[in-house]
């Protein structure tokens, strides 16, 4: 049974199905996917259901099995106690082979993404010393595919990248922090953790640093991200108010912040809901709905308690 990569070059894999333990099974190539921990679940729920429909696909390392594709269902097989072992099917392949395999196999079934690719066009360049060109011979793909994939990764700044490759920083976050420099990259990190900013929150404050004319302006977005997204839809805010003290205006600050992200989550409750949201979404969303919730009321009676403390 073979697999076509690039210049016709054939991977074979052996026909025999072997089952191996878990614990038998290592996960060096991980670090050439993007971790999902919902498509996780969701291959956890499969496995429960259904058990294991398809081998995983391992190649042969310093007498270890090491997998090329399956990383989901072993994931989702180690934290289920009724899973010990999963069907293997064995690739016979060099170290720039297994990479290649990644791509292949992933690229046949339309499950590779953008920064997958990424990752390993970077390994195949900066690890196993490959040419560019070499490098699109091998996945069968134009030198120009190469280099925009290699640019998106190196583009990224270190802490950044570790970020994507745990899971810390999704895919749709790293694309647009590649449209800026490394140095506002690490700046908007920061942001991200602070603010808890929302995919199109991030995207518009990216278009806003761009633009930015000078220093001023930029650190003005990166210190009141909201508050600039607000003024650049013509909502005029203070920068401060000066009939409050220091401590007024931090209130003033988070109660702005506050009501307009609460004003976006009731115009989406009232006019979408669940239309957008398939199963899935629903069910991993269900107890952080429940959480909102229970926070909001509490919030409520306690703004309630306090502006009656403080009325005529």
Not at 40 to 58: D, F, I, K, N, T
Not at 98 to 104: D, H, M, S, V
Not at 206 to 219: G, K, Y
Request: one cysteine or more; hydrophobic letters at 40%.
């Amino acid at each position: 049974m073979g697999l076509f990569l690039g210049v016709k070059k054939v991977l074979c894999w052996s026909e025999e199905v072997r089952v191996v333990p878990l614990e038998d099974i290592g996960n060096h190539y991980a670090r050439y996917r993007l971790y999902s921990p919902d498509a996780e679940r969701a291959m956890s729920r499969s496995l429960q259901h259904y058990g294991q429909l398809s081998p995983v696909v391992v190649c042969e390392r310093a007498g270890r099995h090491e997998l090329i594709d399956g990383f989901k269902r072993l994931g989702a097989a180690r934290q289920l106690e009724r899973f010990e072992r999963l069907e293997t099917r064995l690739l016979e392949v060099d170290e720039r082979g297994a990479k290649a395999a990644i791509y292949g196999l992933n690229h046949v079934g339309g499950r590779t993404r953008e920064l997958e690719e990424a990752w390993i066009v970077h390994a195949l360049v900066r690890e196993d010393g490959l040419t560019q060109v070499e490098v699109a011979e091998l996945l069968g793909r134009h030198k120009s595919w190469v280099c925009r994939r290699l640019a998106l990764i190196e583009k990224l700044c270190a802490e950044a990248r570790e970020e994507l490759r745990v899971g810390l920083l999704s895919a749709t976050a790293a694309r647009h922090l590649v449209r800026l420099p490394e140095g506002n990259q690490t700046q908007v990190l920061e942001v991200i953790r602070r603010e808890a900013l929302s995919t199109e929150e991030l995207s518009r404050v990216v278009d806003l640093l761009v633009r930015s004319a000078n220093a001023t302006e930029q650190q003005y977005v990166l210190h009141q991200p909201r508050e600039a997204l607000c003024q650049s839809d013509g909502v005029e805010l203070p920068h401060r108010d000066p009939r409050l003290s220091a401590a007024g205006n931090l209130v003033f600050k988070r109660l702005g912040a506050l009501l307009a992200m609460l004003s976006r989550m009731e115009q989406w409750l009232q006019h979408q809901g669940r239309s957008g949201l398939t199963e899935q979404d629903q069910a991993f969303l269900f107890p952080h709905f429940g959480k909102l919730s229970q926070r909001a009321q509490l919030v409520a009676a306690l703004a309630q308690d306090l502006a009656s403390e403080m009325g005529p």
